[in-house]
């Protein structure tokens, strides 16, 4: 028995030893924490979001990784809870993360001080602050798309196009989900509308925000608006867009934030006929006919499996693959600083993460350009609106009025 | 287990009140108190310093747990009144503690006890109906609470701090020294821990807390022998909010933000399941019951990690993770209720009353 011991310790202290001289051999790889959503509040984005990180860090380690170095997207899902995202960071940290993708608002507000203190960066595109954009006043925080209010700002401008240039006297409802995100954009919107001399009213719809045929009534028949501003989530979308359908309001009149727009949201509104003509705003490009698409699909093919089936819902797919292909790029800068063997921490990544540009994917990504002071990288977006049941390009990436979005910033800056 | 129990006679109600039944108790309370006070330290001596920040930052989660659970069995435990607008009063907490430190520069010692005392005021106005209705009715009682102060909350800049209704909190300080990594703040957590446990331990052994079990069994019988059920519901609504409001307090401190989306119905819920699956009306079902629900899913993580890349593949893993975690928990909250309907404080009775006098029973 105890020579048995003896020999088992023998074999598990060669094997530690032998480890440890691979690790000293071959260059880490590097970890990138990935916190998600499949089995909470959101996890109607989450199912697809994630598949979308995890199968282009597969296809950038089959083509032999970022400069000759492995990735490894390590994902925890915090059913959008607060301290189950605590607990998540911290758990990234143990496993040595140089940068980590949050999910969810309240999250990245919880973590942005301990991001700091840590010298970790983390990036939350279209939730977060809109404030984050500074990066001076939030070094460790990239909110790396459009935030609330660069939507508000290009959803007017998306506006005065359709309604021949000029605002002045146009009426435009806001309707909204009545919870902080939805009231972000709110200061932005006032301010254009004294800009640009149009009539703002605002609908609010409580959670759930199941039930909003009163709003959509007052919007369309009492107040009879030229254009409306919809920022919805979750299920509301949908209702919204059978609601104005119900009452005939012309859905090509309606233009909705980011997170009223997957293809699940038309789904569940009945189908893409339904919603024929309705505008939706996105981050990231919308299809899988890009060519990273091509790409994963012959990974797979490789491997002898089929095309994963979330590939289907391209919106959400695809800002997974958007979300840590920024990440990938800043991990590629800052091995190009370091050196491709050299062991990288959260404040070189910071630093790749601020020197972000020219990384389209071939239009499936803005033209970002993330910098030490704006950490938004521009604030781009397109718009996509539904024809013949699919959504389809209806812009290309712009983006509005930086100048007022600017002040705001400086602003909120100030007040704390 | 390892001691005798026989040979001390109590001859007075004061000791057979006592807070230690037996001497060797508080020796066993010294030694976990000691244990207590080394976690941080041995957990770096054992695993280092970046994975105790880990280790350290889950039992965090658990102590601000047990602050929260114990605050509810008062009520609903003790007193037998039902809440599930707990969380809202943990964001009066919150919101009342983070407003005074942001907008007055208090430190912890004082916006702590005033997030206490607003939880525990605006809980004594929610427990009013609870003086005319029982049961399913004070439930919903109390989830119109849930949703009123979400909403107003919500609504009043003067409270959320403005739209975005989350208000970042400045670290807690002591002697000037800023508390920040999971290590320094395990110790200004544990404190807080430790005072609610013994806190409740003596108000349950009191005039006070009998008089709470006495209404919880039978009101009426309660009232006849000159209980005062009016002051002692509302007694109890406050207790438990003041808990509750330092819970939310804890809260804010440990992640630097007030913030309303912690606090909805699902973290009422999640309580709610602590106390029941840890025992209702017990001061260890609660701790228990924290220390099961906060580790749980972590724990099925960690082994879905490690074992769960036999059966699948690494991407179907990401799935299927989270997936079995629900499931499990669900299933396991029925095992727990079926197999142990009075909690984990009864389980872990029967375990030590077997080996109370094993070998030799009978």
């Given at each position: 028995?105890?020579?048995?011991?003896?020999?088992?310790?023998?074999?598990?202290?060669?094997?530690?030893?032998?480890?440890?001289?691979?690790?000293?051999?071959?260059?880490?790889?590097?970890?990138?924490?990935?916190?998600?959503?499949?089995?909470?509040?959101?996890?109607?984005?989450?199912?697809?979001?994630?598949?979308?990180?995890?199968?282009?860090?597969?296809?950038?380690?089959?083509?032999?990784?970022?400069?000759?170095?492995?990735?490894?997207?390590?994902?925890?899902?915090?059913?959008?809870?607060?301290?189950?995202?605590?607990?998540?960071?911290?758990?990234?940290?143990?496993?040595?993360?140089?940068?980590?993708?949050?999910?969810?608002?309240?999250?990245?507000?919880?973590?942005?001080?301990?991001?700091?203190?840590?010298?970790?960066?983390?990036?939350?595109?279209?939730?977060?602050?809109?404030?984050?954009?500074?990066?001076?006043?939030?070094?460790?925080?990239?909110?790396?798309?459009?935030?609330?209010?660069?939507?508000?700002?290009?959803?007017?401008?998306?506006?005065?196009?359709?309604?021949?240039?000029?605002?002045?006297?146009?009426?435009?409802?806001?309707?909204?989900?009545?919870?902080?995100?939805?009231?972000?954009?709110?200061?932005?919107?006032?301010?254009?509308?004294?800009?640009?001399?149009?009539?703002?009213?605002?609908?609010?719809?409580?959670?759930?925000?199941?039930?909003?045929?009163?709003?959509?009534?007052?919007?369309?028949?009492?107040?009879?608006?030229?254009?409306?501003?919809?920022?919805?989530?979750?299920?509301?979308?949908?209702?919204?867009?059978?609601?104005?359908?119900?009452?005939?309001?012309?859905?090509?009149?309606?233009?909705?934030?980011?997170?009223?727009?997957?293809?699940?949201?038309?789904?569940?509104?009945?189908?893409?006929?339904?919603?024929?003509?309705?505008?939706?705003?996105?981050?990231?490009?919308?299809?899988?006919?890009?060519?990273?698409?091509?790409?994963?699909?012959?990974?797979?093919?490789?491997?002898?499996?089929?095309?994963?089936?979330?590939?289907?819902?391209?919106?959400?797919?695809?800002?997974?693959?958007?979300?840590?292909?920024?990440?990938?790029?800043?991990?590629?800068?800052?091995?190009?600083?370091?050196?491709?063997?050299?062991?990288?921490?959260?404040?070189?990544?910071?630093?790749?993460?601020?020197?972000?540009?020219?990384?389209?994917?071939?239009?499936?990504?803005?033209?970002?350009?993330?910098?030490?002071?704006?950490?938004?990288?521009?604030?781009?977006?397109?718009?996509?609106?539904?024809?013949?049941?699919?959504?389809?390009?209806?812009?290309?990436?712009?983006?509005?009025?930086?100048?007022?979005?600017?002040?705001?910033?400086?602003?909120?800056?100030?007040?704390? | 287990?390892?001691?005798?129990?026989?040979?001390?006679?109590?001859?007075?109600?004061?000791?057979?009140?006592?807070?230690?039944?037996?001497?060797?108790?508080?020796?066993?309370?010294?030694?976990?108190?000691?244990?207590?006070?080394?976690?941080?330290?041995?957990?770096?001596?054992?695993?280092?310093?970046?994975?105790?920040?880990?280790?350290?930052?889950?039992?965090?989660?658990?102590?601000?747990?047990?602050?929260?659970?114990?605050?509810l069995n008062i009520l609903v435990g003790y007193t037998g009144q039902i809440s599930?607008?707990?969380?809202?009063?943990?964001?009066?907490?919150?919101?009342?503690?983070?407003?005074?430190?942001?907008?007055?520069?208090?430190?912890?010692?004082?916006?702590?006890?005033?997030?206490?005392?607003?939880?525990?005021?605006?809980?004594?106005?929610?427990?009013?109906?609870s003086?005319?209705?029982k049961g399913?009715?004070l439930?919903?009682?109390?989830?119109?609470?849930?949703?009123?102060?979400?909403?107003?909350?919500?609504?009043?800049?003067?409270?959320?701090?403005?739209?975005?209704?989350?208000?970042?909190?400045?670290?807690?300080?002591?002697?000037?020294?800023?508390?920040?990594?999971?290590?320094?703040?395990?110790?200004?957590?544990?404190?807080?821990?430790?005072?609610?446990?013994?806190?409740?331990?003596?108000l349950v052994?009191?005039?006070i807390g009998r008089a709470f079990v006495a209404i919880r069994d039978q009101d009426i019988a309660a009232e006849?022998i000159?209980i005062?059920i009016?002051?002692y519901k509302?007694t109890a609504f406050?207790?438990s909010?003041?808990?509750?409001?330092?819970?939310?307090?804890?809260?804010?401190?440990?992640?630097?933000?007030?913030?309303?989306?912690?606090?909805?119905?699902?973290?009422?819920?999640?309580?709610?399941?602590?106390i029941?699956?840890?025992g209702l009306g017990s001061?260890?079902?609660?701790?228990?019951?924290?220390?099961?629900?906060?580790?749980?899913?972590?724990?099925?993580?960690?082994?879905?990690?490690?074992?769960?890349?036999?059966?699948?593949?690494?991407?179907?893993?990401?799935?299927?993770?989270?997936?079995?975690?629900?499931?499990?928990?669900?299933?396991?909250?029925?095992?727990?209720?079926?197999?142990?309907?009075?909690?984990?404080?009864?389980?872990?009775?029967?375990?030590?009353?077997?080996?109370?006098?094993?070998?030799?029973?009978?």
């Open positions: 028995m105890t020579r048995h011991l003896a020999r088992l310790t023998a074999a598990a202290a060669g094997a530690i030893l032998m480890s440890a001289g691979a690790a000293i051999a071959q260059p880490k790889e590097i970890v990138i924490g990935v916190q998600c959503d499949r089995t909470g509040a959101t996890q109607t984005v989450g199912v697809f979001f994630c598949p979308g990180v995890h199968d282009y860090t597969n296809l950038i380690n089959s083509k032999g990784g970022v400069e000759g170095r492995k990735i490894r997207a390590m994902e925890i899902d915090h059913e959008y809870k607060v301290p189950q995202g605590m607990e998540a960071y911290e758990r990234h940290k143990k496993e040595g993360a140089v940068s980590i993708l949050l999910y969810g608002t309240p999250h990245t507000q919880a973590l942005a001080a301990k991001l700091a203190e840590d010298k970790i960066p983390g990036t939350s595109p279209g939730f977060g602050s809109a404030a984050s954009a500074d990066g001076k006043r939030y070094p460790y925080l990239f909110p790396i798309a459009a935030t609330y209010w660069s939507q508000a700002a290009a959803a007017v401008q998306f506006v005065k196009g359709k309604l021949g240039g000029n605002l002045k006297g146009k009426k435009i409802a806001y309707l909204f989900y009545d919870n902080p995100a939805g009231k972000e954009p709110l200061p932005i919107l006032e301010d254009l509308a004294k800009l640009e001399g149009f009539e703002l009213k605002t609908f609010a719809v409580p959670a759930p925000g199941v039930e909003m045929g009163a709003q959509v009534l007052d919007i369309t028949q009492r107040y009879r608006a030229d254009f409306v501003i919809a920022h919805l989530f979750g299920r509301s979308p949908s209702v919204s867009i059978k609601e104005f359908k119900r009452v005939g309001y012309p859905l090509s009149k309606v233009v909705s934030f980011v997170w009223g727009s997957a293809e699940a949201d038309l789904e569940a509104a009945g189908g893409g006929a339904v919603a024929e003509g309705y505008n939706t705003m996105q981050f990231a490009g919308v299809g899988s006919d890009y060519p990273v698409h091509k790409q994963i699909r012959e990974m797979y093919q490789k491997e002898g499996k089929p095309a994963p089936k979330e590939m289907v819902s391209t919106v959400y797919y695809n800002r997974g693959i958007f979300h840590i292909a920024v990440h990938i790029e800043a991990v590629r800068n800052a091995l190009k600083a370091k050196g491709a063997t050299a062991n990288i921490t959260g404040e070189d990544v910071k630093n790749g993460f601020e020197k972000v540009k020219g990384v389209t994917l071939d239009g499936l990504m803005p033209p970002l350009e993330i910098t030490p002071t704006d950490h938004e990288g521009g604030g781009w977006v397109q718009i996509f609106t539904v024809k013949g049941g699919k959504l389809t390009k209806a812009s290309e990436w712009f983006r509005a009025y930086p100048e007022v979005i600017k002040k705001h910033i400086e602003a909120d800056a100030k007040k704390s | 287990m390892f001691h005798r129990e026989s040979g001390y006679f109590k001859t007075t109600y004061a000791a057979d009140g006592g807070l230690y039944p037996l001497p060797i108790a508080k020796w066993t309370i010294g030694v976990l108190l000691a244990g207590f006070i080394l976690l941080p330290t041995i957990s770096t001596a054992v695993s280092g310093a970046v994975s105790a920040e880990y280790y350290v930052s889950v039992v965090n989660l658990i102590l601000i747990a047990v602050v929260g659970a114990l605050g599930i607008g707990h969380a809202a009063f943990m964001s009066v907490g919150a919101y009342t503690a983070a407003n005074l430190a942001v907008k007055l520069g208090l430190p912890f010692w004082v916006t702590l006890p005033a997030g206490g005392l607003m939880a525990a005021f605006i809980g004594a106005i929610v427990g009013i109906p003086l005319r209705i399913l009715y439930a919903i009682a109390t989830l119109a609470a849930q949703l009123i102060i979400e909403w107003v909350i919500n609504h009043t800049p003067a409270i959320s701090g403005g739209s975005q209704a989350s208000i970042e909190v400045p670290r807690p300080t002591v002697f000037g020294y800023p508390l920040k990594t999971q290590r320094e703040l395990y110790y200004f957590l544990l404190f807080f821990a430790v005072l609610a446990i013994v806190g409740t331990l003596n052994r009191s005039r006849i000159g005062d009016f002051r509302l406050a207790i909010s003041f808990y509750a409001g330092v819970t939310g307090v804890l809260y804010t401190y440990y992640l630097g933000i007030a913030n309303y989306e912690n606090f909805l119905i699902t973290t009422s819920i999640d309580y709610l399941a602590m029941i699956i840890g001061v260890l079902g609660s701790i228990l019951g924290a220390i099961f629900v906060t580790l749980l899913p972590i724990v099925i993580r960690v082994f879905m990690e490690s074992f769960g890349t036999l059966l699948f593949t690494a991407s179907e893993l990401n799935n299927v993770i989270p997936a079995t975690r629900l499931g499990l928990f669900g299933l396991l909250i029925i095992v727990f209720l079926v197999v142990e309907p009075e909690g984990l404080n009864r389980l872990w009775r029967n375990i030590r009353n077997y080996f109370r006098v094993w070998p030799f029973s009978y």
